[in-house]
């Protein structure tokens, strides 16, 4: 499956039983997470580096509720603490996924 080119495509492939095995980890992060799997989306990016997958790592441990986990991790992106909701925040994320 090729990597998706709008949000639209990406929630269509959430219907699939995996995420394209082409696909950049961080992204393959973001589709487990939006199947429920936070323990998969955690697993992908856990030893990443790229500015994304640390990004998704915050997100994560914000999503988790580990609040000084999650603040540690966003220190780490360059990243404020985001004020808006973990859906809104997760489409953003999923944007600059897409558009890179």
């Given at each position: 499956m090729k990597k998706p080119s709008t949000p639209k495509e990406f929630t269509k492939s959430l219907d699939q039983p995996g995420?394209?095995?082409?696909?950049?980890?961080?992204?393959?992060?973001l589709w487990w997470d939006a199947k429920g799997n936070w323990e998969k989306a955690h697993e992908l990016v856990?030893?990443?580096?790229?500015?994304?997958?640390?990004?998704?790592?915050?997100?994560?441990h914000r999503k988790e509720g580990?609040?000084?986990?999650?603040e540690y991790w966003?220190?780490?992106?360059r990243k404020p603490i985001p004020e808006k909701s973990l859906e809104a925040e997760f489409e953003d994320i999923v944007m600059a996924m897409i558009i890179s």
């Open positions: 995420p394209g095995s082409i696909w950049p980890d961080e992204l393959k992060a856990d030893s990443l580096s790229t500015p994304t997958a640390i990004w998704i790592h915050a997100y994560l580990d609040q000084w986990n999650a966003y220190r780490r992106a």
